[in-house]
């Protein structure tokens, strides 16, 4: 397995307009989380899905954030409108029930606002 | 309300000097505590867990219980071990599954 996979990797772009950060979990991992992590805020967790349904939303900092799991392998992050305050570094990790709670990371997205 | 709390943001010290990062809990029950490490342009992956009890690199990580702390210590600091180390924490599986997650502490050893 390769892991978790973000895509893009990089991605910059204007204030204003829509991003979509992408996550595919390891495959048969049941649970699947979004991270933020900045310098001023460490690492926030913005979302957690079980078996594709979102538990818990709480860490989404405003309406501008959306995600979505519509299956056990794909997830997206979207930010729209985006505004300079949200560069960050965006993980995505999964884990499986069972196995300790430990999440399996992936190698993130860097997000530039101009 | 649970918290971790990793007092340090950044810790430098020397290649060949023993290194503790601290780390402090505040949880109702009997939590699960991690060490997860970054290492630079890598991914964030575990390091250890205190019920595993291993030492990982040569580091080791006791929970104690009455002081609710979990430090994270290397005897022999070695150049590789700069990273970011963020000391995490989860009440048992059959609960809330996310982890409580510290600030983080950035390590750098100095040749």
């Known amino acids: 397995d390769a892991g978790v996979i973000q895509s893009p990797r990089h991605e910059v772009t204007e204030m204003g307009q829509e991003v979509t950060l992408r996550c595919k979990p390891i495959?048969?991992?049941?649970?699947l989380f979004w991270y933020r992590q900045t310098m001023m805020r460490g690492l926030e967790l913005l979302i957690y899905?079980?078996?594709?349904?979102?538990?818990?939303d709480s860490g989404m900092p405003e309406d501008r954030f959306s995600a979505k799991m519509p299956n056990a392998s794909f997830s997206t992050l979207k930010i729209q409108p985006s505004e300079p305050r949200d560069s960050a570094v965006y993980f995505c990790?999964?884990?499986?029930?069972?196995?300790?709670?430990?999440?399996?990371f992936g190698p993130g997205t860097r997000l530039t606002v101009l | 309300a649970q918290r971790v709390t990793q007092p340090e943001k950044l810790l430098s010290v020397f290649k060949g000097a023993p290194v503790e990062l601290k780390c402090n809990y505040s949880y109702s029950g009997s939590p699960e505590l991690f060490w997860y490490v970054q290492y630079s342009r890598q991914r964030l992956q575990l390091l250890l867990r205190h019920i595993s009890r291993e030492s990982i690199k040569g580091f080791t990580a006791d929970l104690n219980k009455g002081e609710t702390s979990f430090h994270l210590k290397k005897p022999f600091a070695q150049e590789e071990d700069s990273a970011m180390y963020y000391c995490a924490l989860s009440g048992p599986e059959d609960s809330n599954y996310q982890l409580i997650w510290g600030a983080g502490t950035k390590l750098i050893i100095k040749p």
């Open positions: 990790a999964s884990s499986l029930q069972g196995t300790g709670n430990e999440q399996f």
């Open positions: 495959s048969g991992h049941d649970y």
């Open positions: 899905f079980n078996n594709n349904v979102p538990i818990d």
